[in-house]
C-alpha cells in the first residue's frame, strides 16, 4: 500500500467525498474484506455495500488484493491503494492565476535523500514559533508537504 494518494480529478474527489464510503475506506485500511464481509459487520444490504466498492474501484481509491473461491463463488478482497488521499492543490483552484505569486504555497524541489532532514529541520522551526511568547495577534496555520504532480 501507498502512503499516498493525490486526487488528480473531480470524479476522484467526488468519489471519496461520501461519509459512508469513508467509513468504507476506513473499515478496509483494517485488513482486506470482502463486501459481504462488509455487509455482515455494517448490519446493511450487500448490493448496498457492492455499489459504493464499485465507485471507489472504478475511481482508483481501492483496489483487488487478492481472490478466493468458495463454494464456486470467487470472493474478492479489497484495500485503499493508499494510506492516505488527498486532493491535488491545484484541483479546487476556480480563478486562473495570474503571473503573481501566491504567498500561502511554495513548490519545492528536493531530492528524495535529502527530505527526513528538511522535515526534522521544519519540526524544529514550527515548535520554536509555536513556543514563543508574542504581544502581537497570532494566527494558526498548517503545514503539509505533499507530492507535487504538475498536469
Known amino acids: 500500500m501507498k502512503k499516498l494518494l ?60 487478492k481472490t478466493v473461491e468458495k463454494n464456486s463463488i470467487i470472493q474478492k478482497f479489497y484495500q485503499p491503494v493508499a494510506e492516505k488521499v488527498v486532493p491535488n492543490i491545484n484541483l479546487l483552484k476556480y480563478k486562473q492565476e495570474e503571473k503573481k505569486k501566491d504567498k500561502m504555497s511554495y513548490h519545492l524541489k528536493i531530492k528524495e535523500k535529502q527530505l527526513p532532514q528538511f522535515r526534522k529541520d521544519l519540526r524544529k522551526f514550527v515548535k520554536e514559533q509555536t513556543t514563543k511568547k508574542e504581544s502581537d495577534k497570532v494566527l494558526d496555520y498548517k503545514i503539509q508537504i505533499l507530492p507535487y504532480e504538475d498536469q
Open 6 to 65: 493525490v486526487i488528480n480529478d473531480l470524479y476522484q474527489l467526488k468519489s471519496v467525498s461520501d461519509p459512508f464510503r469513508i467509513e468504507l475506506l476506513t473499515l478496509l485500511s483494517e485488513q482486506p474484506k470482502t463486501g459481504q464481509m462488509l455487509a455482515d459487520e455494517l448490519g446493511i444490504p450487500r448490493a448496498k455495500i457492492h455499489y459504493h466498492l464499485n465507485e471507489l474501484l472504478k475511481n482508483e481509491i481501492i483496489h483487488v488484493v
